[in-house]
């Protein structure tokens, strides 16, 4: 079965660059279709997309926050690594990553299968 | 201040059925499948609905999706509960070339 898990530091500080894991298993991010997505969620308030990779390697960000994201893939460990420079407390949240799945032949695209998540406070 | 907009909250007596609505535009909802997804308190987003009414492997009947034009409603028949959770609408912007969520809506089972 599909499973992921979000790795990294809990706390971090102001202007400093942000790095998360996603490790996971059950699939293989060579296979075609396949992608994994990075969402988060700041304390009480609503699910924000981030970041997605393609078994390809295409790369797609949210325009809102594109200039400050990277995500990149190691097939060979079955991780997707998300980097977020100059954070601010603002950032603070709860980052999932998810497993997305596409549909053939209508191309639908889901998140069907998500990490538990993992707490990142931004703090001085 | 999400693309897609959702009721914050919802409420309804147990047994009973509710609806949550999502309202979209032509570039994501009126030109691509809704997807919905449940979160229950202090858990991970789970699939409960994609391909705007299909149900993924051991999701209850009870659930069910459909859309109209650029919107999207979730209904849940005989109400439990377990159901007391955030639901959250979500869809592909071909704008944003990129998933978008609804801004999430609190059903409370009376």
């Known amino acids: 079965q599909i499973t992921l898990k979000e790795s990294g530091p809990t706390l971090v500080k102001p202007t400093q660059t942000l790095t998360l894991t996603c490790t996971f298993s059950g699939f293989s991010l060579s296979t075609s279709g396949v992608g994994v997505g990075w969402i988060r969620q700041p304390p009480g308030k609503a699910l924000e997309w981030l970041a997605l990779?393609?078994?390809?390697?295409?790369?797609r960000y949210s325009p809102s926050l594109k200039t400050r994201l990277t995500i990149t893939k190691d097939t060979s460990k079955n991780q997707v690594v998300l980097a977020m420079t100059n954070v601010d407390p603002v950032d603070t949240a709860t980052y999932y990553c998810?497993?997305?799945?596409?549909?053939?032949?209508?191309?639908?695209?889901?998140?069907?299968?998500w990490g538990q998540g993992t707490l990142v406070t931004v703090s001085s | 201040q999400s693309v897609l907009t959702q009721p914050p909250s919802v409420s309804e007596a147990p047994r009973q059925r509710v609806t949550i609505s999502c309202s979209g535009s032509?570039?994501?909802?009126?030109?691509?499948?809704v997807n919905w997804y449940q979160q229950l308190p202090g858990k991970a987003p789970k699939l409960l609905i994609y391909y705007d009414g299909l149900l993924p492997s051991g999701v209850s009947d009870r659930f069910s999706g459909s859309k109209s034009g650029t919107s999207a409603s979730l209904a849940i028949s005989g109400l439990q509960s377990e159901d007391e959770a955030d639901y959250y609408c979500?869809?592909?912007?071909?704008?944003?070339?990129?998933?978008?969520f609804g801004g999430g809506t609190k059903l409370t089972v009376l």
């Open positions: 990779i393609y078994w390809d390697d295409d790369q």
């Open positions: 979500a869809t592909w912007d071909d704008s944003l070339n990129g998933p978008i």
């Open positions: 998810a497993h997305l799945e596409r549909l053939v032949p209508s191309a639908v695209l889901y998140f069907d299968y």
């Open positions: 032509s570039s994501n909802i009126g030109h691509n499948a």
